[in-house]
């Protein structure tokens, strides 16, 4: 009988597909990740670290402190699956993107603005911000794509973009405690665009490296 | 026999659910138990979209090396024949299965085929009452042509909720939209057939519907 048939096939075929199963799994992928965690870390402390210079302590705990809410918030929408087990839709992946970055950004600018750090800033358009996101952000990226490689059958753009979106989050979070401006157009350039180019990234890579493999057609 | 769209969670995604929990950590003799429990709701699901055996085949098949190999991402309490059903989807698409629009193989335009030999009309005669389906031929018909004409957000949301009897939540997860957007389709796409359907009989001038043609209606829209 031909789905009697197709079952004993399916079941020879998936013995010969190495899988690992989810104790596993969640070690191998709590590693890549506290590594990529740790590879930010240090790169951020090579490049200086906390630097409180030119600003009071308490202007910088309260943006920390604002800012580590907006990205908890949405890294937790981002990384986290519906109770049914899928990736979150794309609706909403954008709302947890933009709604911390635009409540970062008020937040850093309004903050900056009581403590009259909002004024422009000529020598520092925000490039060094922008490269250092990008680098750490990347690095959050790579490891969260390498724990989730190949494991992503149903929507593997999504989930890229949200790790995208999540690492860069993660990165303005810490760019945050690095840097002192707070005018408007260095946010924008430094802060807020690498967060849209590793969500884009992550979606256009994700894409690739996520999905299942699919094997040739049976024979 | 109840129409399937009322369905309720049946004890099958229960062992299902059981069953995928154990194989993602790492029970193998979990996986003839939940390959029982969902393989024919995914072979009707892809058979809706394809006519082509070896195709229908080789999706099965794929769809479940696939859950095989993502075991281990597979959440507690997870409903596993939604997660099933998107990765057989999207095989569908990955392999050129074009949904409901897919003409038969036989060259018919779709607009005065024979609505019984039809994928789109198997899956809707499922969920009709069987003695009623020979009067109901040509209802079925308009119907069936006029669910190709929806757009396929609607298609998707009436498939996964009034044929395969998903909660409207688990159904928006699963199509990765928002509840009240889901609503929206299932009830535009019901209202549209129930539209197409009313309008195509009444110009005969003959009569309306009958009242069991009306009940036949709701059960389905």
């Known amino acids: 009988m031909e789905s009697l048939e197709r079952r004993n096939r399916i079941l020879a075929s998936i013995g010969e597909i190495p899988a690992p199963p989810r104790r596993e799994l969640a070690r191998r992928q709590a590693w890549l990740v506290i590594s990529g965690v740790l590879g930010a870390l240090t790169l951020f402390w090579v490049e200086g670290g906390l630097r409180a210079t030119g600003r009071p302590p308490s202007l910088v705990a309260w943006t920390s402190l604002g800012t580590s809410c907006f990205v908890g918030v949405g890294m937790w929408f981002l990384f986290t699956r519906t109770r049914s087990g899928h990736r979150r839709g794309w609706s909403v992946l954008g709302l947890a993107t933009i709604a911390p970055i635009v409540a970062f950004v008020l937040w850093r600018y309004g903050l900056g603005h009581l403590y009259d750090l909002a004024s422009p800033w000529p020598t520092r358009p925000g490039y060094r911000c922008f490269a250092m996101s990008v680098a750490t952000g990347g690095i959050l990226l790579f490891a969260l794509l390498l724990a989730w490689r190949r494991l992503d059958p149903m929507s593997p753009a999504a989930t890229g973009a949200a790790f995208g979106a999540g690492a860069g989050l993660g990165s303005a979070l810490l760019i945050d405690l690095w840097c002192p401006v707070s005018y408007l157009p260095h946010l924008l350039v430094g802060h807020v665009l690498p967060i849209a180019l590793l969500a884009a990234a992550g979606a256009a890579i994700g894409r690739r490296m996520l999905r299942v493999f699919r094997r040739g057609p049976s024979a | ?221």
């Open chain 2, 1 to 221: 026999m109840r129409p399937t769209s009322e369905r309720p969670p049946g004890p099958d995604n229960r062992v299902a659910n059981e069953a995928m929990n154990r194989y993602a950590d790492g029970d193998a003799s979990a996986f003839p138990i939940l390959y029982d429990a969902i393989a024919p709701r995914i072979e009707g699901l892809v058979r809706r979209r394809t006519r082509d055996p070896s195709r229908i085949d080789d999706i099965v098949q794929q769809t479940f090396e696939r859950i095989h190999r993502a075991r281990g991402t597979f959440i507690r309490g997870s409903d596993v024949l939604s997660w099933a059903f998107k990765i057989a989807r999207n095989l569908c698409l990955d392999l050129g299965a074009q949904g409901w629009r897919e003409r038969p193989a036989g060259g018919g335009n779709g607009k005065d085929g024979d609505a019984g030999a039809d994928p789109i009309a198997e899956a809707v005669a499922e969920v009709v009452d069987a003695e009623r389906i020979a009067t109901a031929r040509e209802t079925l018909g308009r119907l069936v042509r006029a669910f190709r004409a929806l757009p396929e957000p609607q298609q998707l949301a009436l498939e996964l909720v009034r044929v395969e009897g998903f909660s409207m939540a688990v159904a928006a997860e699963n199509l990765g939209v928002t509840l009240p957007s889901l609503k929206m389709s299932v009830f535009r796409g019901a209202a549209a057939l129930r539209d197409a359907v009313l309008e195509a009989a009444q110009p005969r001038g003959v009569r309306g519907p009958s009242d069991a043609e009306k009940e036949q209606l709701r059960g389905i829209t």
